[in-house]
């Protein structure tokens, strides 16, 4: 096969995978001719296998290749990867540990969580904002599922004032849409300080929630 045919091929096999599909993709994971087009095919195949594979990969590589199985499985959001993928986010090559913190983000979930927090605390700090933004998606994630209280505990915490202003913006649009209670005081307070783009913040929660509980 040419290479065109073989990169084609790779990119439609999710379409018909089984596990005996696993076992001929698997391989392809390791060399790096091979290994982006087998874990995207990987991240779309329907079956638990699939995961296990790429975690089994992730396990036996180093670099770019590592870290592009690492963010394969956090599109897969597969919760049983983010155990392994905890001790890849705290320290080692800064492709693979910002890999494993946005994968932990996209996952979710209390494992996630908990890592997140410690490597918020703890990683350098330009891996430290990475995480905090990762906790923000974690948060949007037990907002969506219907955790509210888990969500605006992420939410208080990435709001302080010690946080950089992009990461309290997010945080605070998902305050104002997770607790419309005290919308309304939490606009105003901010509306008074001097903090931009936390205030555009605001603004865009105050007109996307027009004709609710803010309006």
Not at 184 to 200: A, F, M, N, S
Request: proline share 3%; charged share 30%; with cysteine.
């Amino acid at each position: 096969l040419s290479t065109e045919a073989r990169d084609f091929a790779l990119s439609q096999i999710h379409r018909v995978a089984t596990d005996s599909s696993i076992e001929v993709l698997e391989p392809l994971l390791y060399n790096p001719d091979t290994s982006e087009m087998a874990r995207i095919a990987l991240e779309k195949v329907p079956v638990d296998t699939a995961t296990d594979a790429l975690i089994k990969a992730m396990q036996k590589t180093r670099g770019s290749i590592q870290a592009g199985i690492i963010y394969s499985l956090g599109e897969r959001r597969d919760a049983r990867a983010a155990e392994p993928i905890t001790k890849y986010s705290g320290k080692g090559e800064s492709e693979v540990v910002r890999a494993a913190i946005w994968a932990l983000g996209e996952i979710g979930g209390p494992i996630a969580e908990d890592d997140l927090r410690w490597c918020r605390g703890n990683t350098l700090r330009e891996h430290r904002d990475f995480a905090a933004m990762a906790l923000i998606r974690v948060a949007d994630r037990y907002a969506e599922e219907g955790d509210t209280a888990s969500a605006l505990g992420l939410y208080d915490l990435l709001f302080i004032r010690a946080e950089p202003a992009e990461i309290r913006a997010r945080a605070l649009e998902g305050l104002l849409r997770t607790d419309s209670a005290t919308a309304v005081d939490t606009v105003v307070e901010i509306l008074r300080t001097d903090e931009p783009e936390v205030q555009q913040a605001a603004l865009r929660a105050r007109r996307g929630d027009a004709h609710g509980s803010l309006g």
